[in-house]
């Protein structure tokens, strides 16, 4: 089967450096992404990673190691506002470009 | 260049009536994908669709649910003889092809229908 595993729940304090890492175990793999949802709205799009290494996108960075199945995000300086679940999804690439998510991480930022 | 549309935002249904969930994708966009999300939960890949075509449908329900995107017209996510634990929100995503480049592994979200089962 296919999963993808990460913390359910992160608490952070303002202007800390907070981490949600990613294992994934899944049948093919085109690219890890990760998404951020506000309660009540839809989940949009953050960061992407199709190889190896740390991409930047502003205060959010996303690392991935093929050879590990695993990844994170990373969120520097956090406020109020970044609270939030977080989820991060894989393009399994059987031919059919199927997105499977993990079932989110529930960030909490404290003041 | 208009996002990924859903409606209805809120659909109440009775015990065993049907609701129609339909989903208009970004212009462009020839893959919708149907996911369902339960409160507190992560999103659950039911259906994943190309024009015309059932690409994977292996997290659909096999009795009840069926989906569909027609050569014209949104895509739609038809549920018979709802019962109360369909009540949830189902989210539809839409992506450009592959071949767009690295960024075509982004998915474009609509903000959902929240069905709820009375």
């Known amino acids: ?111 | 260049n208009a996002g990924v549309m859903q409606n209805p935002r809120h659909l109440v249904r009775r015990r065993g009536q049907e609701a129609r969930l339909r989903c208009s994708p970004m212009k462009g966009h020839s893959h919708v994908y149907w996911y369902r999300q339960l409160p507190e939960e992560g999103l659950k890949f039911m259906v994943y669709l190309q024009k015309e075509n059932i690409i994977d449908e292996s997290g659909m329900p096999k009795e009840r649910f069926s989906a569909e995107f027609p050569k014209e017209g949104p895509s739609i996510l038809r549920i018979q003889q709802v019962v109360r634990g369909d009540s949830a929100a189902y989210f539809c995503a839409s992506s450009p092809t592959r071949e767009t480049g690295a960024r075509g592994t982004e998915a474009f979200f609509g903000q959902g229908t929240r069905l709820t089962v009375v």
Not at chain 1, 8 to 23: D, K, L, R, W, Y
Not at chain 1, 79 to 99: P, T
């Open chain 1, 1 to 111: 089967g296919q999963s993808l595993e990460q913390p359910s729940e992160v608490t952070a304090v303002e202007g800390a450096i907070v981490q949600i890492n990613c294992t994934y175990q899944t049948s093919g793999f085109y690219g890890l992404s990760w998404y951020q949802q506000h309660d009540g709205g839809a989940p949009t799009f953050l960061s992407y990673n199709g190889l190896d290494g740390l991409e930047e996108t502003g205060r959010f960075s996303s690392f991935l190691s093929r050879s590990d199945s695993y990844g994170y995000l990373l969120l520097q300086e956090p406020q109020m506002k970044d609270s939030a679940s977080y989820f991060c999804a894989v393009r399994v690439n059987l031919g059919d470009d199927k997105i499977i998510f993990g079932k989110g991480t529930r960030l909490h930022i404290l003041p």
